[in-house]
Protein backbone atom coordinates (compact mmCIF):
# COMPACT_ATOMS: atom_id res chain seq x y z
CA UNK A 1 0.00 0.00 0.00
CA UNK A 2 1.33 3.73 -0.66
CA UNK A 3 3.03 4.85 2.57
CA UNK A 4 3.72 9.03 3.02
CA UNK A 5 6.27 10.26 5.23
CA UNK A 6 5.82 14.04 6.19
CA UNK A 7 9.37 15.25 8.19
CA UNK A 8 10.68 19.14 8.46
CA UNK A 9 8.22 20.19 11.15
CA UNK A 10 10.04 21.78 14.00
CA UNK A 11 9.21 25.14 16.94
CA UNK A 12 9.58 28.25 15.09
CA UNK A 13 9.16 32.07 16.04
CA UNK A 14 6.43 33.66 14.67
CA UNK A 15 7.88 35.49 11.29
CA UNK A 16 10.09 32.53 10.56
CA UNK A 17 10.04 29.94 7.76
CA UNK A 18 9.79 25.95 7.76
CA UNK A 19 9.82 23.88 4.75
CA UNK A 20 8.02 20.88 4.69
CA UNK A 21 8.36 17.27 2.76
CA UNK A 22 6.46 14.33 2.00
CA UNK A 23 7.84 11.26 0.48
CA UNK A 24 5.89 8.41 -0.87
CA UNK A 25 5.92 5.33 -1.77
CA UNK A 26 4.29 2.30 -3.94
CA UNK A 27 2.59 5.43 -5.62
CA UNK A 28 2.86 6.60 -9.57
CA UNK A 29 3.72 9.56 -7.69
CA UNK A 30 4.36 11.84 -11.22
CA UNK A 31 0.74 11.63 -12.20
CA UNK A 32 -0.74 12.03 -8.60
CA UNK A 33 -2.23 15.69 -7.36
CA UNK A 34 -0.69 16.14 -3.78
CA UNK A 35 -1.80 18.26 -1.06
CA UNK A 36 -0.71 18.97 1.92
CA UNK A 37 -3.67 19.48 5.06
CA UNK A 38 -3.21 20.49 8.52
CA UNK A 39 -5.32 19.52 11.62
CA UNK A 40 -5.31 20.77 15.36
CA UNK A 41 -6.93 18.85 18.42
CA UNK A 42 -10.86 19.36 18.32
CA UNK A 43 -10.62 20.47 14.57
CA UNK A 44 -11.16 18.63 10.99
CA UNK A 45 -8.47 18.17 9.01
CA UNK A 46 -8.18 21.56 6.74
CA UNK A 47 -6.67 21.70 3.02
CA UNK A 48 -4.13 23.97 2.93
CA UNK A 49 -2.67 23.79 -0.37
CA UNK A 50 -2.50 21.31 -3.14
CA UNK A 51 -0.66 21.03 -6.53
CA UNK A 52 -1.69 18.96 -10.25
CA UNK A 53 1.00 16.61 -11.48
CA UNK A 54 1.28 19.43 -13.88
CA UNK A 55 1.75 21.78 -11.25
CA UNK A 56 -1.37 23.63 -10.91
CA UNK A 57 -1.78 24.93 -7.43
CA UNK A 58 -4.40 26.16 -5.38
CA UNK A 59 -4.24 27.21 -1.85
CA UNK A 60 -6.53 28.22 1.17
CA UNK A 61 -7.37 32.19 1.85
CA UNK A 62 -5.45 31.41 5.48
CA UNK A 63 -1.63 30.71 3.76
CA UNK A 64 -2.27 32.04 0.10
CA UNK A 65 0.86 34.52 -0.24
CA UNK A 66 2.86 32.64 2.47
CA UNK A 67 3.48 29.28 1.40
CA UNK A 68 4.20 27.58 -1.33
CA UNK A 69 3.69 23.92 -2.28
CA UNK A 70 6.28 22.33 -4.87
CA UNK A 71 6.93 18.77 -6.04
CA UNK A 72 9.55 16.55 -7.40
CA UNK A 73 8.88 13.63 -9.00
CA UNK A 74 12.71 12.49 -9.61
CA UNK A 75 12.18 12.50 -5.25
CA UNK A 76 8.64 11.29 -5.17
CA UNK A 77 8.13 14.34 -2.82
CA UNK A 78 5.78 17.09 -2.07
CA UNK A 79 7.06 20.68 -0.62
CA UNK A 80 5.63 22.90 1.54
CA UNK A 81 7.23 26.26 1.86
CA UNK A 82 6.00 27.99 5.00
CA UNK A 83 6.96 31.62 5.21
CA UNK A 84 5.81 34.51 7.59
CA UNK A 85 4.63 31.86 9.76
CA UNK A 86 1.81 32.93 12.42
CA UNK A 87 0.65 30.89 15.94
CA UNK A 88 -2.27 30.06 14.40
CA UNK A 89 -0.27 27.95 11.56
CA UNK A 90 0.74 25.83 14.79
CA UNK A 91 -0.84 22.38 13.92
CA UNK A 92 0.55 18.54 12.45
CA UNK A 93 0.47 18.61 8.86
CA UNK A 94 0.38 15.98 6.46
CA UNK A 95 0.24 15.05 2.82
CA UNK A 96 -2.01 12.97 0.76
CA UNK A 97 -3.23 11.78 -2.72
CA UNK A 98 -5.21 14.11 -4.30
CA UNK A 99 -8.51 11.68 -5.51
CA UNK A 100 -11.66 13.02 -7.18
CA UNK A 101 -13.50 13.54 -3.40
CA UNK A 102 -10.21 14.71 -1.58
CA UNK A 103 -7.45 12.63 0.03
CA UNK A 104 -7.59 8.91 -1.26
CA UNK A 105 -5.06 7.14 0.49
CA UNK A 106 -4.09 6.21 4.23
CA UNK A 107 -2.31 9.41 6.54
CA UNK A 108 1.37 9.37 7.16
CA UNK A 109 1.68 10.23 10.56
CA UNK A 110 2.32 13.93 10.41
CA UNK A 111 4.95 16.64 11.23
CA UNK A 112 4.33 18.65 14.02
CA UNK A 113 4.51 22.70 13.41
CA UNK A 114 4.98 25.07 15.99
CA UNK A 115 4.79 28.30 16.20
CA UNK A 116 5.28 30.96 18.93
CA UNK A 117 4.66 34.03 19.11
Known amino acids: QVQLVESGGGLVQAGGSLRLSCTAS????????MGWYRQTPGKERELVAS???????HYADSVKGRFTISRNDAKNTVYLQMNSLKPEDTAVYYC???????????WGQGTQVTVSS
Open 96 to 106: NKQGSYGPSVA
Open 51 to 57: ITSVGGT
Open 26 to 33: RLIFSISA
